[in-house]
């Protein structure tokens, strides 16, 4: 993102705190792997890449606002508006939505004006009132709705596998992939964007602060959705496990036609390896209770 010399030193401050503290980066890796695997050359790639982890960073933005969550942490360091006001967060997330639109619109223009058309219509669709914001509001209006498995999964198919959605199909759908291989993308996106919704659920029930990276014990305290509390932890486990499954056969089936995305197993790899640890917390927890 260029920071121009006449930017206010206030929002070019905000603007270096949330680039500075990335994360993991495991989405534009991603992004960038699956760009290519369907032709899509490096620079195209690349944009694409950021310009996703900008918006899902100004959702994260969003999301902590005290009017959204009133997060106090976020990648293990303060949130944007208590080190910069809620000006200043908001200003930044809007910041990164504009470059965002920017270096996306670069990617697509290199696609047929086919695939620009049904591109731009699915950003639409995942990050707007079918999508991401729909998923937001019902998620701020939970105290309003049952609190049951149906509904925690409605809000993280709007909230989180939306992002999914267009972290994997979005890059395929540019790449011209056939009918066959979007469908299985968009199953892969849904198993494994309820699947991370589940881990973070039960992290914030059972991690901590230092641990996630990010404030926890919110949901129970604002009356969130949270599949953990809806479902119990033990029905939680048992239907992320299921999630993994289905994931598997899904993904084995797309590796058939489309072997450049061998590198999607480590990703669900690393979901079941965090299934595992938050478990394991689980039975140390138990057995710390009952000994």
């Not at 950021?50 to 933005?61: C, D, K």
Request: proline share 4%; charged share 20%.
């Amino acid at each position: 993102m260029p920071l121009p010399a006449t930017l206010d030193p206030h929002l070019e401050e905000a603007l270096r705190h949330v680039l500075d503290n990335p994360g993991s980066l495991v989405r534009p890796r991603m992004v960038f792997q699956a760009a290519t695997a369907y032709g899509m050359d490096s620079a195209h790639a690349k944009d694409l890449a950021i310009a996703l982890e900008y918006f899902h960073t100004a959702s994260l933005l969003f999301d902590d606002l005290p009017c959204m969550d009133n997060a106090s942490e976020r990648r293990g360091v303060p949130c944007v508006h208590l080190a910069y006001g809620e000006a200043g967060a908001i200003l930044a997330a809007l910041a990164l939505i504009n470059r965002a639109y920017a270096l996306t619109w670069r990617a697509v223009s290199a696609s047929s004006s086919q695939s620009q058309s049904c591109a731009l219509a699915y950003i639409e669709q995942c990050l707007g009132v079918e999508g991401l914001l729909n998923g937001q509001s019902l998620d701020l209006h939970y105290s309003t709705l049952p609190h049951n498995r149906e509904t925690t999964e409605r809000i993280a198919r709007g909230k989180t596998v939306s992002l999914i959605r267009l972290t994997l199909v979005l890059p395929a759908m540019l790449g011209g992939a056939s009918t066959r291989e979007i469908q299985l993308l968009e199953r892969v996106a849904l198993y494994w964007g309820l699947g991370y919704q589940m881990v973070d659920d039960l992290k914030d029930v059972l991690g901590s602060a230092a641990a996630a990276g990010k404030t926890v014990a919110r949901d129970i305290l604002l009356d969130r959705p949270n599949v953990a509390f809806a479902m119990g932890i033990p029905g939680t486990v048992l239907r992320l496990t299921r999630f993994i499954y289905l994931g598997d056969t899904t993904l084995h089936r797309l590796l058939k036609s489309r072997p450049g995305l061998s590198f999607l197993g480590k990703l669900r790899s690393d979901l079941e390896e965090e299934l595992v640890r938050v478990t394991e917390n689980v039975i140390e927890k138990t057995m710390g209770a009952h000994p």
